[in-house]
């Protein structure tokens, strides 16, 4: 079997997202990049309890399973649209948690009002163009919301995060489903108050440079 350890913490990500309320059923899916050619995605329509490290889809980025003999999420071109266009990004989550659900059906941007939020996202967590799932369109679609962030709302759908690895993508999409519900609590007395475009770049620059322990 191949690319052992990566699929280990594949699976103790998904064991995560349960325990955090981030996924609904079988919905919702996850992947990690190995190298510039290859990521590992989970398979579609499996019970998340049920899943095993075979289980797990191998795949290259011409859309070749390289290993595995499930078929792969339906989402699968999402992610690989992404890793293809994000030489940064090793790890993708697709959640589906209820308050960033709240602004996915509402298709608008949570704003940039939570310095936390913006450290980890670089901003508002934009809204794409609504595309049946599993197509290339949402794809390619998201890839050019996306751009340089690390984290999109697919309307009417849910949320993608991104991270250099699979345990930054959880802890963003953590950070923003945490933040959404107090954002939304927070409509309720009065209209929340966006952060400055340049404190916000400051953070971020932050958080990407010197925040945490040098390894």
């Known amino acids: 079997m191949k690319y052992l350890y990566e699929r280990i913490i594949l699976l103790k990500t998904l064991k995560k ?45 011409n859309e070749n399973i390289i290993e595995g003999k499930r078929k ?16 940064d990004i090793y790890g993708i989550c697709h959640t589906h ?34 595309f049946l799932p599993g197509t290339k369109e949402l794809g390619k679609n998201a890839v050019l919301t996306l751009k340089d962030k690390n984290a999109l709302i697919l309307p009417n759908h849910g949320l993608v995060t991104c991270g250099r690895n699979i345990d930054e993508a959880l802890k963003i ?14 409509y309720i007395i009065g209209n929340p108050i966006p952060l400055d ?3 916000i770049e400051t953070m971020r620059n932050f958080y990407i440079n010197k925040y945490g322990q040098k390894k």
């Open 97 to 130: 948690s209820d308050y960033v659900k709240v602004f996915s059906i509402l298709r608008k941007p949570i704003p940039p009002v939570c310095e936390d939020l913006v450290q980890l996202t670089g901003g508002e967590v934009p809204v794409a163009n609504y």
């Open 72 to 87: 792969p999420s339906v989402e699968y071109f999402l992610h690989l649209s992404i890793y293809k266009n994000r030489k």
């Open 197 to 199: 475009q340049n404190d």
């Open 17 to 61: 997202v349960q325990k955090e309320n981030l996924v609904i059923g079988t919905w919702g899916n996850f992947s990690i990049r190995v190298n510039e050619n290859i990521f590992i995605i989970t398979p579609s329509g499996m019970n998340y309890n049920k899943i095993k490290l075979n289980d797990l889809v191998v795949l290259d980025m």
């Open 173 to 186: 999409a953590e950070v923003i489903e945490r933040n959404s519900k107090t954002i939304i609590l927070s």
